[in-house]
Structure formats: structure tokens, C-alpha cells
């Protein structure tokens, strides 16, 4: 069973019926975008929709459009398959995650809209439990650096991708000056509020990524700028959660590192190979 203690903060808080956390964390569990950061506005409702805003450009970047099967990996509390669900018709959609607990909160929030089909599975994300080729899109939204091993999530989205099919992703990743310092949470030392994540990943190291497993990189885009206000909104309202100093320590960390432009939030959209090669 994997430790999150930041989930249990999270369904403990939901819970109690807390107004702030239900609002900015029953959706989505992620940072938030802001297309102009300088306009947040950093109540619940805007880092609400600002959680919507960064799930859209994920799913934008798996170019997912209407009459797909699309697979969520690490689907949170379902809000990704959510917000499929109410931009697109004629959907089968799927949600995985480790955790039974934030697999029964998606089951009761998230109800199909006419003509789509929704699922929730427990499972693995490097050991995906569907057929080969078999989902026109797979999107990851900041989960992937809790994931055992990257390359194994690479290769079973390649496995179950059909020939050109996309896969998407969020994620935090390091610039070289960071390494030194990010190395230790390779070794999954770092079982703190987070739980274990790998923070050490390289854009470098996504391009290898990609040509070992037989992507070609459609996107990248560093949007580092625009989540920056979810650490001020955290300074805020994460009282709310009644987390300790290492839950403070860590995401101090991550904002520094993140303002000093150490760490950037990075999306990445790959292709599969078509048919033909
Ligand atoms: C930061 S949350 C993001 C949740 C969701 N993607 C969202 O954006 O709201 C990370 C998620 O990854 C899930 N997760 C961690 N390890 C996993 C694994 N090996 N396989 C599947 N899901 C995993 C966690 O349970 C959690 O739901």
C-alpha cells in the first residue's frame, strides 16, 4: 500500500466537511494554472478553477477529442475524468489509481454524462491492467514522480496506446543545478506529507525517455510561471488541511526551488508511432 500522507490529510479534512479543502481539493488533487498569474485571485473558487485550467491543457496536449478511449493514470479523486466527461461525447473513459479510498470518492462524484462511459479500476500505473493497443489517449496529471519507475509507465502507456496515439503528463522536473539535492528522493528516502517523489527527473532525461520507449515529444512547454500562485494560495488556506512543519517544509521547499526557477512544472505530450511506422 502506498504512503500518502498528504491524502490522508486530504479525506480526513473532506470528511469533517471542510467548505475550503472540499472546494479547492475535492476535484483535483494538483497545482493550479493561471494564464495570467498576476490576476489570481487566490480564493478556493479560483484555485478551483485554475486546478480545471491545468487538467485542460494536459488533456489538450493528448489531443483528446470526442469518440476516445482515454485512460487517467493516478486519477486522484477523478476530477480529470470529470472534466472529460463534461467537455466530450461519446467518451469511454477510464480512471486508475493505487488507492481504493480516492477510487470510492471518484465513483460517487463523477456520474457519466449521456452517450459516455465512465470507469473506475484499481490498479498500477507500470503494470496497467488493459489490452494492447487499446486507448487513443493516456494522461498522467502530477502523479507520475510517485510512480515506481518511469520508464515502466512509459512503456505500458506505449503498450496499451494504439499506433498513434498520445500520451500526456504533468510533472515537476529538476534542472541540473538541483540534482545534487533532488538525487536522495530518487532513493525513496522522502516518505514525508508527499510520500515518496521522484524529483530528479531531467528534461534531458524525458527526451531519452521518449526515444527508448518509442515516443516522439510533441510538447513541451515549461509553466512554471503560472502555477506559481498555488504556493501562495497554499500559504493561505492550508491551515485548512491541519498539516505539521514537515507538510510546511516540503512545499516551502518546493516554492523556493520553483521561484528560483530550479524546479519547473513542466507539461509534455508524446506521440506513439502510427500504423506504418
Ligand atoms: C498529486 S495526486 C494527482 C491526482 C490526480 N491526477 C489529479 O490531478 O487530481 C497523485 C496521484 O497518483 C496516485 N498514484 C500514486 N502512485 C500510483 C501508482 N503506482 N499507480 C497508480 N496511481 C498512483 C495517487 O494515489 C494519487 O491519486
Redesign the pocket.
Known sequence: M?K?P??DALLASLERGDPVVARAFG????WGYWPDPGSAELTPQDFAAA?EA??REVCQAAAVTDGQRVL?????????VASINENHTEMEVYG????QR?LARARKQVTSQPGNRICFVA????ALPFADASFDAVV????IF???DRRC?FAEARRVLKPGGRLAL?DFVATAPLLPVTLWSRLGIGGGF??RCDLSYTRGGYWRLAEATGFAVETERDITANTLPTYSFLRRFGGALQVGAAAVAETGFAEIVSRLRLLRYMIYGFRAPDANG
Open positions: 502506498i500518502l498528504y491524502f476535484r483535483h488533487v494538483h486546478a491545468l487538467t487517467d493514470a493516478g486519477c486522484g479523486f477523478g476530477g480529470t486508475l489509481n493505487i488507492d480516492q490498479g498500477d500505473a507500470c498522467a496529471v502530477e502523479c510517485h510512480f515506481p509507465f504533468s508527499y510520500g
